[in-house]
């Protein structure tokens, strides 16, 4: 029997009081969790600030810590209230750290002299080791949460590169995106409604075709470690396992915790490892989340996420529709307990029901189907156990409730904070419209043109035309590429490249500064208020394309806020979003379509698969108002597009006229 010195805290997940107490039941070392605005969260119940200051202390009792997730993508007019809700959460709340998105929460944390730890969340897309040496720059900032794409190399790497007292959060368990966390828009561009905001409505989910073939093809199953994660106990940088569901119910927070804890202590166990394995194991099981997959963890055994034959609607599938229209029933493959909650359907099928289990039904028993509908669900209907209450988990949610402080006794104190005044730019008189393109060859021509940096398109240009253009960094760089990536850039600095487009804050670490580079922050860096520019600013970088996520006021607004000379994406195709995987059967170059008609198409660039609609973002009709308003960078993405696909005509203002939710 052993101790293992490098225990990490378990991290359970809370979008409701009952699911925060489930966590504190079982253990949880910490739970995270959402007020009820600025989450990623925002389909979740989430937290009032009375609530969470009543819970707060609870946990705190318990010796549990909290985490409260302020990772949302903020525009100018949040700035103000995020920061009183900051001060109020430091005056009421004290809890002990800020999962953050948006750099202007950093300053904003600092501003309110926030006292808690800062941990920058997932979708600030930390991926390479490199970038640690960066961030350990942002004061406050004590933890990075990894990407769920990576292997346990890249762990180490990025995990040797960590600053002194650093630490890192990997998840464990639970639902994955299709997209690399920070770089999808699929969501917003279909409708407004943004996954940098927590309001994504996953589109992902949805039935696809493609040719004579559909399926599921970016629905993934869960992330599930289990018993893979004792060669994440061998890094000591790691102080989290995160367990992902805050839109989970008390049930499934309760297993996960209770399962990861077996898990992680199995080394203190002195006898029947095996059996304590096996428990876990069922527990895991019996969590009523979709079917599981260690994704890249293993990088000698990696697995797709993406299986188009298995099932994956959220919950535990116990059994299909059967019997007469007028009398559908499920004959349920597990019992059924008082309390259940079941649905009937898919949650990317609209009519979806979802019923509570009434009475005891045995294991092949008969559950009648009784919620009104707007249509009868067809025989053949898949059914899902979503949530449990077992009487045993009730009974300690119940207990640990009367616990809780008198939320009637916790007035809220309010917050007179003001965001401190920001320099702005100086504005030149000189305007660029840049294309970007894939390739030299594609119709690049010095002055006025970007290129998408790879060693293809540096081969492809000749020497004295390097200095002329402007380069840019993709979206996301695996630790893999890393050492690819900075000899690439000092390769097209020594030949005089000049200007370059970062496409996530950190990749200032790619560089030989003593070249002294031109920097522009890209569009991927998801940069949309005032604040999070001035840290850009900062961090040394000369000018920053905006997010084109932004509604027409924000948009026109940012220039007379901003520190930095601004640009904008005004046309081209922009990406659904940028994945790691694909699935097996859907090819490359060849349109596939949603249910609802909307076509799209993928492209594989270096290690990624790029997702593009088949229409393009287009604010050229508003370029003359850009200008006046005072962007000095106009952009282009000139994506080339597949034979087989069909450009469609409809307006491509994305967010302009119906603004960012």
């Not at 004290?94 to 006292?115: K, Y």
Request: contains cysteine; charged residues 20%.
């Amino acid at each position: 029997m052993t101790e293992n010195p490098y225990k990490p805290e378990i991290l359970a997940p809370a979008g409701s009081r009952d699911a925060f107490l489930a966590a504190l039941a079982a253990g949880a070392d910490a739970v995270y969790c959402g007020l009820k605005s600025y989450s990623a969260r925002m389909e979740a119940k989430n937290f009032s600030l009375a609530e969470l200051a009543s819970l707060t202390r609870l946990a705190h009792q318990r010796k549990a810590k909290v985490y409260v997730t302020f990772n949302s993508l903020l525009q100018p007019g949040d700035l103000e209230p995020a920061g009183q809700l900051i001060d109020q959460l430091q005056r009421n709340v004290h809890p002990d750290a800020l999962i953050v998105q948006d750099l202007a929460v950093v300053a904003l944390a600092r501003q309110v002299g926030f006292s808690g730890k800062i941990h920058l969340s997932t979708l600030t897309n930390v991926s390479f080791a490199a970038a640690m040496g960066t961030i350990g720059n942002l004061k406050g900032v004590s933890r990075v949460v990894l990407p769920r794409e990576l292997s346990v190399d890249e762990i180490k790497a990025i995990a040797a590169s960590c600053p002194p007292d650093f630490g890192l959060e990997t998840f464990v368990h639970g639902a994955l995106c299709y997209a690399v966390s920070g770089r999808c828009y699929w969501s917003s561009f279909l409708g407004g409604k943004s996954g940098l905001r927590g309001r994504c409505v996953q589109p992902c989910r949805r039935v696809y075709s493609q040719g004579e073939q559909s399926g599921r093809f970016f629905s993934c199953q869960d992330l599930s470690v289990d018993v893979l994660v004792k060669v994440l106990l061998t890094v000591p940088q790691i102080k989290a396992w995160k367990i992902e569901g805050r839109k989970k119910g008390p049930h499934y927070v309760y297993y996960t915790v209770k399962a990861y804890q077996m898990l992680r202590d199995l080394s203190e166990v002195a006898d029947n490892r095996g059996a304590v394995k096996k428990s876990a194991l069922d527990l895991l099981s019996q969590s009523l989340g979709r079917t599981g997959t260690h994704y890249n963890l293993l990088p000698q055994r990696p697995q797709k996420p993406v299986d188009v034959s298995i099932r994956t609607g959220s919950g535990m599938f116990v059994g299909t529709i059967q019997g007469p229209r007028q009398g559908r029933y499920v004959v349920p493959r597990i019992e059924l307990l008082s309390g259940d909650s079941l649905r009937i359907g898919t949650e990317d099928e609209d009519w979806h029901l979802v019923q509570k289990v009434g009475k005891f039904v045995p294991k092949k028993g008969r559950f009648h189907i009784t919620a009104a509908s707007r249509r009868v669900p067809d025989k053949g209907t898949p059914v899902f156990l979503t949530d449990r209450r077992e009487q045993a988990l009730a009974e300690m949610i119940d207990e640990l409730a009367s616990q809780l402080p008198d939320v009637t006794e916790m007035p809220v104190k309010s917050s007179t904070f003001a965001v401190k005044p920001m320099p702005r730019a100086r504005l030149r008189p000189k305007r660029v419209v840049l294309t970007v393109y894939r390739s030299w060859k594609s119709g690049s021509r010095g002055q006025g043109s970007g290129l998408w940096i790879s060693p293809a398109a540096v081969d492809q240009v000749p020497a004295k035309m390097i200095s002329q253009l402007c380069w840019w960094l993709p979206p996301v760089v695996w630790p893999a590429d890393e050492a690819a990536f900075r000899n690439l850039l000092a390769r097209v600095q020594k030949k005089g490249g000049l200007q370059f487009v970062l496409n996530a804050p950190w990749q200032t670490a790619l560089f030989d500064k003593k070249k002294k580079p031109t920097l522009w922050a890209g569009p991927f860096c998801n940069l949309a208020n005032p604040l999070a520019l001035e840290v850009m600013a900062d961090a040394g970088f000369a000018g920053a394309i905006v997010s084109p996520e932004l509604g027409k006021q924000e948009l026109l607004n940012l220039p007379q806020q901003s520190p930095l000379p601004l640009g904008v994406v005004i046309g081209g195709s922009w990406p659904l979003c940028i994945s790691r995987t694909i699935a097996d059967g859907i090819a490359e170059g060849r349109p596939f379509a949603s249910p609802r008609g909307e076509q799209a198409w993928y492209k594989k660039y270096g290690p990624d698969y790029w997702t593009f609609p088949n229409w393009k973002l287009d604010l050229t009709a508003e370029k003359e108002t850009l200008i006046q308003t005072g962007y000095q960078m106009l952009v282009h993405l000139a994506e080339p597009v597949p034979r087989a696909v069909k450009m469609k005509r409809r307006p491509g203002l994305w967010n302009w006229r119906i603004g960012l939710k």
